[in-house]
C-alpha cells in the first residue's frame, strides 16, 4: 500500500505569521500519525518561510522510529539562521532526503532535475547520503528522459512532480497525461529505483494517481491542510489515508 507523508510547511508558516507559537508543527505531526500519516515531511528553505531549523531537530527528536522526509536543494548554502541543507542533513539523519532543484525566489517546487546537467554536482551528495544510511529520492519531471541517469547516480527512489497531472485531472486530458505517469512509474521500476510522487495532489486526484502499482509513498501538504481548515486536520490526515488504503485493497 502506498505511505502517506503529510508535508507541514503549511502549518508552519501560518504559525510564523505570529509569535505565539501556535499552530504547533510537533504538534500536527503527532495529529497526523494518529491519524493514520506513515511518515512527515518538512521542505525547509533559506528564507525560514515556513519550516524552520529548529523545527527539523524538533520533529527529529519526536519521530523516532516514524520516518522523516527532509526535501530540499542540496546546493542550499548557510544563510543567516539557516544552516545550509546538507548540514542540516547531516545533524538530523533522516530516514529520506528528497533532493528537489528549487532557486530561493521560487514560490513552491515546480519543475524537476536536470541530470545532464546536474547529475555530475549531484554524484557525491548521493553518495555521502547513502553512507550516512538515508533514501536519496530525486524530483522528477515524468517526462524526463533522465530516469536511467536518476539510477545509474545511485538514487534510491524518484518523486514523480504532479502537477501535471493535478492540472490536466478532470479535463480531456486526464488519462493521456495520467499514463505518462504510469509509463514513468513503470520504467524507474524497472531500472531499479522506488517511486514516490507529489505536488498538489488532493482528494479529488489522488485515488487515480494511487493505482499506479508500486506507488511507495505520496507527499502531501498544501491541499491537506486546506481541507484541514475546513474539516479538522486528523479527520482530513484520514480522508487521505482511507483513499490510499482502499486502492491498496482494490490492486
Given at each position: 500500500?502506498?505511505?502517506?507523508?503529510?508535508?507541514?510547511?503549511?502549518?508552519?508558516?501560518?504559525?510564523?505569521?505570529?509569535?505565539?507559537?501556535?499552530?504547533?508543527?510537533?504538534?500536527?505531526?503527532?495529529?497526523?500519525?494518529?491519524?493514520?500519516?506513515?511518515?512527515?515531511?518538512?521542505?525547509?528553505?533559506?528564507?525560514?518561510?515556513?519550516?524552520?531549523?529548529?523545527?527539523?531537530?524538533?520533529?527529529?527528536?519526536?519521530?523516532?522510529?516514524?520516518?522523516?522526509?527532509?526535501?530540499?536543494?542540496?546546493?542550499?548554502?548557510?544563510?543567516?539562521?539557516?544552516?545550509?541543507?546538507?548540514?542540516?542533513?547531516?545533524?538530523?539523519?533522516?530516514?529520506?532526503?528528497?533532493?528537489?532543484?528549487?532557486?530561493?525566489?521560487?514560490?513552491?517546487?515546480?519543475?524537476?532535475?536536470?541530470?545532464?546537467?546536474?547529475?555530475?554536482?549531484?554524484?557525491?551528495?548521493?553518495?555521502?547520503?547513502?553512507?550516512?544510511?538515508?533514501?536519496?529520492?530525486?524530483?522528477?519531471?515524468?517526462?524526463?528522459?533522465?530516469?536511467?541517469?536518476?539510477?545509474?547516480?545511485?538514487?534510491?527512489?524518484?518523486?514523480?512532480?504532479?502537477?501535471?497531472?493535478?492540472?490536466?485531472?478532470?479535463?480531456d486530458q486526464q488519462e493521456t497525461v495520467f499514463q505518462r505517469y504510469a509509463r514513468a512509474a513503470e520504467k524507474a521500476q524497472c531500472l531499479g529505483l522506488g517511486v514516490n510522487a507529489g505536488h498538489d495532489l488532493n482528494l479529488d486526484n489522488l485515488a487515480m494517481m494511487a493505482t499506479i502499482p508500486g506507488l511507495a509513498?505520496?507527499?502531501?501538504?498544501?491541499?491537506?491542510?486546506?481541507?484541514?481548515?475546513?474539516?479538522?486536520?486528523?479527520?482530513?490526515?484520514?480522508?487521505?489515508?482511507?483513499?490510499?488504503?482502499?486502492?491498496?485493497?482494490?490492486?
Amino acid at each position: 500500500m502506498t505511505a502517506l507523508s503529510v508535508n507541514l510547511n503549511k502549518i508552519a508558516l501560518l504559525r510564523n505569521s505570529r509569535l505565539s507559537g501556535i499552530p504547533s508543527v510537533t504538534q500536527a505531526a503527532q495529529v497526523a500519525l494518529a491519524h493514520g500519516a506513515d511518515g512527515i515531511t518538512v521542505h525547509p528553505r533559506p528564507d525560514l518561510r515556513h519550516i524552520r531549523p529548529t523545527d527539523v531537530y524538533e520533529l527529529a527528536a519526536m519521530l523516532g522510529e516514524v520516518e522523516l522526509n527532509i526535501e530540499g536543494n542540496p546546493f542550499e548554502g548557510a544563510l543567516g539562521d539557516y544552516p545550509g541543507f546538507l548540514e542540516l542533513v547531516r545533524k538530523v539523519r533522516p530516514a529520506q532526503c528528497t533532493l528537489v532543484p528549487d532557486a530561493q525566489d521560487q514560490l513552491t517546487s515546480d519543475h524537476g532535475w536536470d541530470l545532464q546537467r546536474d547529475g555530475t554536482r549531484l554524484k557525491p551528495i548521493i553518495d555521502e547520503l547513502k553512507a550516512r544510511s538515508i533514501r536519496v529520492s530525486l524530483f522528477m519531471d515524468a517526462d524526463s528522459p533522465d530516469l536511467d541517469l536518476a539510477a545509474a547516480l545511485g538514487a534510491d527512489r524518484v518523486e514523480l512532480y504532479t502537477e501535471d497531472y493535478a492540472q490536466a485531472f478532470g479535463t480531456d486530458q486526464q488519462e493521456t497525461v495520467f499514463q505518462r505517469y504510469a509509463r514513468a512509474a513503470e520504467k524507474a521500476q524497472c531500472l531499479g529505483l522506488g517511486v514516490n510522487a507529489g505536488h498538489d495532489l488532493n482528494l479529488d486526484n489522488l485515488a487515480m494517481m494511487a493505482t499506479i502499482p508500486g506507488l511507495a509513498e505520496v507527499s502531501i501538504g498544501h491541499a491537506l491542510v486546506a481541507d484541514a481548515l475546513m474539516m479538522g486536520l486528523g479527520e482530513a490526515v484520514a480522508s487521505y489515508k482511507a483513499i490510499l488504503v482502499k486502492a491498496g485493497i482494490e490492486a
